[in-house]
């Protein structure tokens, strides 16, 4: 193939690693993303990668050697392994890759180098929970032990960084320390502390570790016993828990500790997370037994998200310092890294400090969303953390971000790089992205959009609901086409470059290609064995590309399957195609991304990269062909750069000139210029002082010179008269100094003369017992040669019977000589040959090893020269800037004390506001206490209306039970009639208040003018007092030359004070007196009038309730009627029953006449007697309501 992809820039950090963080030097952290390890240089911003295994399940832990050399990586592919890499290789390359043996790993947790880099440990997980011992780079397992049963998990294990044979084995209700003796792991120490869950632990020396704990303590322990205990709660947070804790008893829940996660020592102590979003610095105290808290060091608030403070309750997942220890470097659960520097922090002298992120701010959930434009090297990605991001792809940076309340499921850029399509859980939103903020404009009514994408033109966009497209016009927001014929739902859409057709692929197996501007279906190949996730259309519009759940890659021409290629068993999860249209990129279910050259071939051709380690859930290329993009579930953003196989870039048809421009609205740009025009006043006012301070400053100066001067001449008076001083008293010591040496002279003269005749004595006596001592010795000499010729005719005889025997040896042992040294022979040549080939080869490994690290050692003299001279740069600006930050301080204090001075006449101006607003506030009460008048009659007057309502509702029910009903019917007509021209009347009332309302909103739209003349009136006095302050720094200019400062400010005071006070008041006065004057005419006239409608409305109400009662009456007769003759017919019911009781005999008449009596011929007064009283009332009143029913709608016909 011509054309393959080199990873270029990673986004993101991969979760659920432990020991995600490593430093490799003061200037490089490795940390995983993706499938991958990035080496991320900080000060260039720049990263190198180191791959994973192919078919990688995942990454469990790293851990990094002593010397920096080596990294180690834990993985789970077919089993789990343990690759060591060797950091000081150009690519990085794999040294050993080493596993359980014989026993069944499935992942190793925990991994730790020795402090010699020669061994490593590897903690299993469960259920066996085995320890691995290996001498690594043999690839031999030394040892292996159970450290733990199966209920308690172990968390960390570290080897002793003083001793490469003991190892401490930390978990839950674990506290181990092992020692590796005679080929086996043995327990040293083992501590029962089953209620204690270890997180972490470090050693701080060669018998001491200080373990952490979930619920906040830190233990220390020596030699594997418990010595102290320290919590990183404190005395604040630990009052209000217990108080927290009181309360909470009640509802039955406790309060939640902080958790110790991680712990790193350093020189002068130690280093721990403390809860969420907080890390504890401790210091050794003078006896070194102890720590104390230093600093406390938290993760900021988030401004961008929609709850600041959630970003201050991450977890602290990894902890670790610069070999320098200048930097700390931390990574949390939401897959963020922060650091802050140290040194920063002792020169504050701040007890608490915050993080700041290391690069960037990555995703904290699965990406959702991958888009990118043509104007603007920008790339736009939503993800489940309810956020959108926008990155650079040239700067490799962060631009914009913000968070919303909703997860977001889609995203698509307008091809400008000024607009923005975002899918959400509820609806689907267009927004603007302006320059430090993304604002919605438009909402549409579509929710859970999972795909939406604009055209090539911008002009229209697509957008994925369900089984149905919608197709939207972006310059009118209108919704032009709706494309149905989908079965299941759309999984991703794609326009031609024309703009003129759209493909679309669904689950249910259909690939449909669809006029845009007709809104029909013109092409359809359905697969129904294949759910389809992805697809993609050639340059020329002819051949569709599609990928789905089916394992193969198909190309589409003419609604037939033109080549279908197979993918060994993987899933393709998503498509795209060059430009140029010479390669096709897939990416897979494992992560991994392919690139296959176009046209397709009957064989497999295709190179694959390992990227994420979740399936790719999106991809991109650039318009110019020079950068891939995909992205995962597993948080993570990789860009790969497109080169080809001699590493260089593709050519580009046309240079891309990307767009400067960006969107910014217009009461910020107001703002922003405001403050500009405000700043500029604000540096001619610091120029004008510093002027006035450097003359200052000059007099001052020439005043201390004088006086240093002065006490110079003094001093050297001084010292000269000192100097005289100093040399009579040396005179003085010179002389008694030789008076002393010639006294000490006699005296050793004499002392020597004693000892020589002492010693002449001792030397005649020792002479003496030398003489005798020689004549012994020649006596003794003479006894031992006798003694040695007699042992010497011992020794020949046994010789020559030894000589005798051992030759008849001698002879056996030539025999086998003989033999041995044929075998040497053989022995040697052999030898001679594996010496000559391993000597060939260390002089080659010798050769590569001294070419790279003179190429090596040569880079770094550079960078040295370098960062040298550029040393040198920042110290000088870091002394020049200490001094202006020394003359800004003096400078604030001065401008402190102007602005106390101007801050009083503000406050005296500020009285007089307050003085207006409380006489408004004066009048707008007035006007409420009428208003509540008004609302109390309002509300007598609703509770007549339904007293009324009852009485009505009464009165229809006793009427459904009068008869004549044509008295009833010629009745409901004239109160129909009545009821109208009380409608009417109503009407003509209503109109009558509707012109009141339109008065009121007249007056109330005057009190706004007035109400915004007294604002314009304040905020001319504001400008007023600025055009003083200017005036006045001016005048200070000339506190120099004091006639012109009289005469300026003679000036201010005719110009200000003279001449505008006098007419100001005066003006302010009469305009008060007139305001008063009409606001109290308009109340009066307000009372007046409701004073007049409140008697109109009095006197209808009252000829209304004198109506109401005549008819009450009327009807309380009407009852009383109906009343005595239901007792009359229950008289006759009860006469009948007895009858019937007493003459059995005349069964049969009874109940004729009980037929006759409940026919329907029957009178309806006679009709009581067939129900009961309760049921016969309900009857009659439902039979009346019927009956006004059907009235009122004849009376409306």
Same mark, same amino acid.
């Given at each position: 193939?011509?054309?393959?992809?080199?990873?270029?820039?990673?986004?993101?950090?991969?979760?659920?690693?432990?020991?995600?963080?490593?430093?490799?030097?003061?200037?490089?952290?490795?940390? !995983?993303?993706?499938?991958?390890?990035?080496?991320?240089?900080?000060?260039?911003?720049?990263? @190198?990668?180191?791959?994973?295994?192919?078919?990688?399940?995942?990454?469990?832990?790293?851990?990094?050697?002593?010397?920096?050399?080596?990294?180690?990586?834990?993985?789970?592919?077919?089993?789990?392994?343990?690759?060591?890499?060797?950091?000081?290789?150009?690519?990085?390359?794999?040294?050993?890759?080493?596993?359980?043996?014989?026993?069944?790993?499935?992942?190793?947790?925990?991994?730790?180098?020795?402090?010699?880099?020669?061994?490593?440990?590897?903690?299993?997980?469960? !259920?066996?929970?085995?320890?691995?011992?290996?001498?690594?780079?043999?690839?031999?397992?030394?040892?292996?032990?159970?450290?733990?049963?199966?209920?308690?998990?172990?968390?960390?294990?570290? $080897?002793?960084?003083?001793?490469?044979?003991?190892?401490?084995?930390?978990?839950?209700?674990?506290?181990?320390?092992?020692?590796?003796?005679?080929?086996?792991?043995?327990?040293?120490?083992?501590?029962?502390?089953?209620?204690?869950?270890?997180?972490?632990?470090? %050693?701080?020396?060669?018998?001491?570790?200080?373990?952490?704990?979930?619920?906040?303590?830190?233990?220390?322990?020596?030699?594997?016993?418990?010595?102290?205990?320290?919590?990183?709660?404190?005395?604040?947070?630990?009052?209000?828990?217990?108080?927290?804790?009181?309360?909470?008893?009640?509802?039955?829940?406790?309060?939640? =500790?902080?958790?110790?996660?991680?712990?790193?020592?350093?020189?002068?102590?130690?280093?721990?997370?403390?809860?969420?979003?907080?890390?504890?610095?401790?210091?050794?105290?003078?006896?070194?037994?102890?720590?104390?808290?230093?600093?406390?060091?938290?993760?900021?608030?988030?401004?961008?998200?929609?709850?600041?403070?959630?970003?201050?309750?991450? /977890?602290? &997942?990894?902890?670790?310092?610069?070999?320098?220890?200048?930097?700390?470097?931390?990574?949390?659960?939401?897959?963020?890294?922060?650091?802050?520097?140290?040194?920063?922090?002792?020169?504050?002298?701040?007890?608490?400090?915050?993080?700041?992120?290391?690069?960037?701010?990555?995703?904290?959930?699965?990406?959702?969303?991958?888009?990118?434009?043509?104007?603007? !090297?920008?790339?736009?990605?939503?993800?489940?953390?309810?956020?959108? @991001? +926008? %990155?650079?792809?040239?700067?490799?940076?962060?631009?914009?971000?913000?968070? $919303?309340?909703?997860?977001?499921?889609?995203?698509?850029?307008?091809?400008?790089?000024?607009?923005?399509?975002?899918?959400?859980?509820?609806?689907?939103?267009?927004?603007?992205?302006?320059?430090?903020?993304?604002?919605?404009?438009?909402?549409?009514? &579509?929710?859970?959009?999972?795909?939406?994408?604009?055209?090539?033109?911008?002009?229209?966009?697509?957008?994925?609901?369900?089984?149905?497209?919608?197709?939207?016009?972006?310059?009118?927001?209108?919704?032009?086409?709706?494309?149905?014929?989908?079965?299941?739902?759309?999984?991703?859409?794609? %326009?031609?470059?024309?703009?003129?057709?759209?493909?679309?692929?669904?689950?249910?197996?259909?690939?449909?290609?669809?006029?845009?501007?007709?809104?029909?279906?013109?092409?359809?190949?359905?697969?129904?064995?294949?759910?389809?996730?992805?697809?993609?259309?050639?340059?020329?519009?002819?051949?569709?590309?599609?990928?789905?759940?089916?394992?193969?890659?198909?190309?589409?021409?003419?609604?037939?399957?033109?080549?279908?290629?197979?993918?060994?068993?993987?899933?393709?999860?998503?498509?795209?195609?060059?430009?140029?249209?010479?390669?096709?990129?897939?990416?897979?279910?494992?992560?991994?991304?392919?690139?296959?050259?176009?046209? =397709?071939?009957?064989?497999?051709?295709?190179?694959?990269?390992?990227?994420?380690?979740?399936?790719?859930?999106?991809?991109?290329?650039?318009?110019?062909?020079?950068?891939?993009?995909?992205?995962?579930?597993?948080?993570?953003?990789?860009? %790969?750069?497109?080169?080809?196989?001699?590493?260089?870039?593709?050519?580009?048809?046309?240079?891309?000139?990307?767009?400067?421009?960006?969107?910014?609205?217009?009461?910020?740009?107001?703002?922003?210029?405001?403050?500009?025009?405000?700043?500029?006043?604000?540096?001619?006012?610091?120029?004008?002082?510093?002027?006035?301070?450097?003359?200052?400053?000059?007099?001052?100066?020439?005043?201390?010179?004088?006086?240093?001067?002065?006490?110079?001449?003094?001093?050297?008076?001084?010292?000269?008269?000192?100097?005289?001083?100093?040399?009579?008293?040396?005179?003085?010591?010179?002389?008694?100094?030789?008076?002393?040496?010639?006294?000490?002279?006699?005296?050793?003269?004499?002392?020597?003369?004693?000892?020589?005749?002492?010693?002449?004595?001792?030397?005649?006596?020792?002479?003496?017992?030398?003489?005798?001592?020689?004549?012994?010795?020649?006596?003794?000499?003479?006894?031992?040669?006798?003694?040695?010729?007699?042992?010497?005719?011992?020794?020949?005889?046994?010789?020559?019977?030894?000589?005798?025997?051992?030759?008849?040896?001698?002879?056996?042992?030539?025999?086998?000589?003989?033999?041995?040294?044929?075998?040497?022979?053989?022995?040697?040549?052999? $030898?001679?040959?594996?010496?000559?080939?391993?000597?060939?080869?260390?002089?080659?490994?010798?050769?590569?090893? @001294?070419?790279?690290?003179?190429?090596?050692?040569?880079?770094?003299?550079?960078?040295?020269?370098?960062?040298?001279?550029?040393?040198?740069?920042?110290?000088?600006?870091?002394?020049?800037?200490?001094?202006?930050?020394?003359?800004?301080?003096?400078?604030?204090?001065?401008?402190?004390?102007?602005?106390?001075?101007?801050?009083?006449?503000?406050?005296?101006?500020?009285?007089?506001?307050?003085?207006?607003?409380?006489?408004?506030?004066?009048?707008?009460?007035?006007?409420?206490?009428?208003?509540?008048?008004?609302?109390?009659?309002?509300?007598?007057?609703?509770?007549?209306?339904?007293?009324?309502?009852? =009485?009505?509702?009464?009165?229809?029910?006793?009427?459904?039970?009068?008869?004549?009903?044509?008295?009833?019917?010629?009745?409901?007509?004239?109160?129909?009639?009545?009821?109208?021209?009380?409608?009417?009347?109503?009407?003509?009332?209503?109109?009558? /208040?509707?012109?009141?309302?339109?008065?009121?909103?007249?007056?109330?739209?005057?009190?706004?003018?007035?109400?915004?003349?007294?604002?314009?009136?304040?905020?001319? @006095?504001?400008?007023?007092?600025?055009?003083?302050?200017?005036?006045?720094?001016?005048?200070?200019?000339?506190?120099?030359?004091?006639?012109?400062?009289?005469?300026?400010?003679?000036?201010?005071?005719?110009?200000?004070?003279?001449?505008?006070?006098?007419?100001?008041?005066?003006?302010?006065?009469?305009?008060?007196?007139?305001?008063?004057?009409?606001?109290?005419?308009?109340?009066?006239?307000?009372?007046?009038?409701?004073?007049?409608?409140?008697?109109?409305?009095?006197?209808?109400?009252?000829?209304?309730?004198?109506?109401?009662?005549?008819?009450?009456?009327?009807?309380?007769?009407?009852?009383?009627?109906?009343?005595?003759?239901?007792?009359?017919?229950?008289?006759?019911?009860?006469?009948?029953?007895? =009858?019937?009781?007493?003459?059995?005999?005349?069964?049969?008449?009874?109940?004729?006449?009980?037929?006759?009596?409940?026919? !329907?011929?029957?009178?309806? +007064?006679?009709?009581?007697?067939?129900?009961?009283?309760?049921?016969?009332?309900?009857?009659?009143?439902? $039979?009346?309501?019927?009956?006004?029913?059907?009235?009122?709608?004849?009376?409306?016909?």
């Amino acid at each position: 193939m011509s054309v393959v992809a080199q990873c270029h820039h990673m986004f993101g950090l991969r979760p659920g690693v432990f020991n995600n963080l490593c430093y490799f030097d003061d200037h490089t952290v490795i940390f !995983p993303s993706g499938n991958n390890c990035v080496r991320y240089n900080i000060d260039q911003k720049c990263q @190198r990668f180191i791959p994973g295994l192919e078919r990688s399940q995942g990454m469990h832990a790293l851990t990094i050697s002593a010397n920096r050399r080596y990294l180690a990586v834990s993985e789970c592919a077919d089993r789990a392994t343990i690759t060591v890499y060797d950091l000081q290789h150009e690519q990085n390359r794999k040294r050993k890759v080493l596993t359980g043996g014989d026993t069944p790993v499935r992942e190793f947790v925990s991994i730790a180098f020795s402090s010699d880099s020669k061994y490593l440990i590897g903690q299993s997980g469960s !259920p066996d929970w085995t320890l691995f011992y290996w001498m690594w780079e043999k690839q031999k397992v030394l040892a292996v032990v159970k450290t733990t049963s199966a209920g308690n998990p172990i968390n960390q294990v570290t $080897f002793n960084p003083f001793d490469n044979t003991q190892i401490c084995v930390t978990g839950s209700g674990v506290f181990r320390l092992l020692r590796y003796a005679e080929g086996a792991l043995k327990p040293s120490t083992s501590q029962k502390l089953e209620s204690c869950n270890f997180l972490s632990h470090a %050693w701080m020396s060669d018998e001491r570790v200080i373990a952490g704990t979930d619920t906040g303590r830190l233990m220390v322990f020596e030699s594997g016993d418990l010595r102290g205990e320290m919590s990183v709660i404190s005395k604040t947070s630990t009052s209000r828990e217990h108080k927290s804790a009181a309360g909470a008893r009640d509802d039955k829940a406790q309060p939640q =500790l902080p958790r110790v996660t991680a712990i790193t020592a350093y020189s002068k102590g130690f280093a721990c997370s403390a809860g969420p979003g907080t890390v504890w610095m401790f210091e050794k105290t003078e006896d070194k037994d102890n720590y104390k808290k230093t600093r406390q060091i938290k993760i900021p608030p988030d401004p961008c998200s929609q709850e600041p403070s959630q970003a201050q309750q991450q /977890q602290i &997942v990894s902890l670790v310092i610069s070999p320098s220890e200048e930097v700390v470097v931390t990574s949390t659960d939401q897959g963020q890294l922060y650091s802050i520097t140290l040194s920063s922090t002792e020169t504050n002298k701040v007890e608490h400090t915050h993080f700041e992120f290391l690069s960037n701010s990555f995703h904290s959930g699965a990406i959702t969303g991958l888009s990118i434009c043509v104007r603007k !090297p920008i790339i736009a990605t939503c993800s489940l953390d309810q956020s959108v @991001r +926008i %990155w650079n792809f040239e700067t490799n940076t962060l631009e914009l971000y913000k968070e $919303f309340q909703e997860e977001a499921y889609s995203i698509a850029l307008h091809p400008s790089g000024l607009f923005l399509l975002v899918g959400f859980s509820d609806k689907l939103r267009l927004m603007n992205l302006l320059i430090d903020d993304i604002r919605t404009f438009k909402e549409f009514n &579509v929710r859970g959009c999972r795909e939406c994408v604009f055209s090539h033109g911008g002009h229209l966009f697509a957008a994925a609901n369900c089984n149905i497209i919608h197709i939207y016009s972006t310059t009118t927001t209108e919704n032009i086409l709706n494309l149905k014929g989908h079965s299941g739902k759309v999984r991703c859409v794609a %326009w031609s470059v024309d703009d003129s057709r759209l493909v679309s692929c669904g689950m249910e197996g259909a690939v449909y290609e669809w006029n845009t501007l007709t809104g029909m279906r013109e092409a359809e190949c359905v697969l129904k064995s294949c759910s389809y996730t992805g697809v993609t259309l050639s340059p020329d519009a002819k051949s569709v590309f599609a990928v789905g759940g089916d394992g193969t890659l198909k190309e589409i021409q003419d609604c037939q399957i033109l080549r279908e290629v197979s993918t060994d068993e993987v899933v393709y999860t998503t498509i795209a195609l060059s430009r140029s249209g010479r390669t096709l990129f897939v990416g897979t279910s494992l992560g991994t991304v392919r690139a296959i050259k176009y046209p =397709l071939l009957a064989h497999k051709d295709w190179i694959e990269y390992q990227a994420h380690a979740s399936p790719v859930a999106k991809m991109a290329i650039t318009f110019d062909d020079q950068y891939l993009l995909t992205v995962s579930e597993d948080r993570c953003l990789v860009i %790969w750069k497109i080169i080809d196989k001699e590493g260089r870039g593709l050519k580009r048809d046309k240079q891309v000139l990307y767009a400067e421009e960006i969107l910014i609205t217009k009461c910020d740009l107001e703002e922003k210029n405001q403050n500009m025009l405000e700043l500029k006043t604000r540096v001619e006012e610091l120029k004008m002082e510093n002027e006035y301070q450097l003359r200052l400053k000059d007099m001052n100066n020439n005043e201390k010179l004088k006086e240093l001067n002065d006490s110079f001449i003094h001093q050297t008076e001084s010292m000269k008269t000192q100097i005289q001083v100093l040399r009579t008293e040396n005179n003085n010591m010179e002389v008694a100094h030789q008076q002393y040496t010639s006294e000490m002279l006699d005296k050793h003269s004499k002392e020597l003369q004693d000892l020589e005749a002492a010693n002449s004595q001792k030397l005649m006596q020792e002479y003496q017992k030398y003489q005798e001592l020689q004549v012994e010795s020649q006596s003794m000499q003479v006894d031992f040669q006798e003694q040695l010729q007699n042992m010497e005719n011992c020794k020949l005889q046994a010789l020559e019977e030894l000589t005798f025997h051992y030759e008849g040896k001698m002879q056996e042992k030539a025999l086998l000589l003989e033999q041995s040294q044929e075998e040497c022979r053989t022995q040697v040549c052999e $030898f001679e040959e594996s010496r000559k080939q391993i000597e060939e080869d260390g002089d080659r490994e010798i050769q590569d090893m @001294r070419v790279r690290y003179e190429r090596w050692l040569k880079d770094e003299r550079d960078d040295n020269l370098r960062m040298k001279g550029e040393n040198g740069i920042l110290r000088k600006k870091f002394s020049s800037l200490q001094k202006d930050i020394d003359e800004r301080n003096v400078n604030i204090e001065k401008m402190r004390l102007e602005l106390e001075k101007l801050q009083g006449i503000i406050k005296v101006l500020e009285k007089d506001v307050l003085a207006l607003k409380k006489e408004i506030r004066e009048r707008d009460e007035t006007i409420q206490d009428k208003e509540k008048s008004i609302y109390e009659l309002k509300k007598k007057n609703q509770e007549l209306e339904k007293f009324k309502f009852v =009485l009505d509702y009464k009165i229809k029910e006793l009427k459904g039970q009068i008869e004549p009903r044509e008295n009833d019917i010629r009745e409901m007509k004239d109160q129909i009639l009545e009821m109208e021209e009380e409608l009417s009347s109503f009407h003509k009332k209503n109109n009558k /208040q509707e012109l009141d309302i339109t008065e009121l909103k007249l007056k109330l739209t005057a009190t706004d003018k007035e109400v915004h003349k007294e604002m314009q009136k304040v905020r001319d @006095r504001e400008a007023f007092v600025h055009r003083f302050k200017t005036d006045l720094h001016k005048c200070v200019g000339h506190i120099q030359d004091p006639k012109a400062l009289k005469k300026s400010i003679k000036g201010l005071y005719e110009f200000y004070v003279h001449k505008f006070d006098e007419v100001d008041m005066v003006g302010v006065e009469g305009e008060v007196e007139r305001e008063h004057a009409r606001h109290r005419e308009h109340l009066e006239r307000n009372v007046a009038t409701l004073k007049r409608k409140m008697a109109d409305d009095a006197r209808v109400h009252g000829a209304d309730n004198v109506k109401i009662m005549q008819e009450n009456v009327m009807l309380i007769s009407d009852i009383n009627s109906l009343r005595v003759e239901l007792c009359r017919l229950r008289s006759q019911v009860h006469n009948y029953e007895s =009858l019937l009781g007493h003459n059995r005999k005349s069964k049969d008449q009874a109940t004729s006449s009980l037929k006759a009596l409940l026919s !329907p011929r029957v009178n309806p +007064i006679t009709m009581v007697t067939r129900l009961q009283p309760e049921e016969e009332g309900e009857r009659i009143v439902q $039979f009346q309501r019927l009956e006004i029913v059907r009235l009122r709608r004849r009376s409306r016909c």
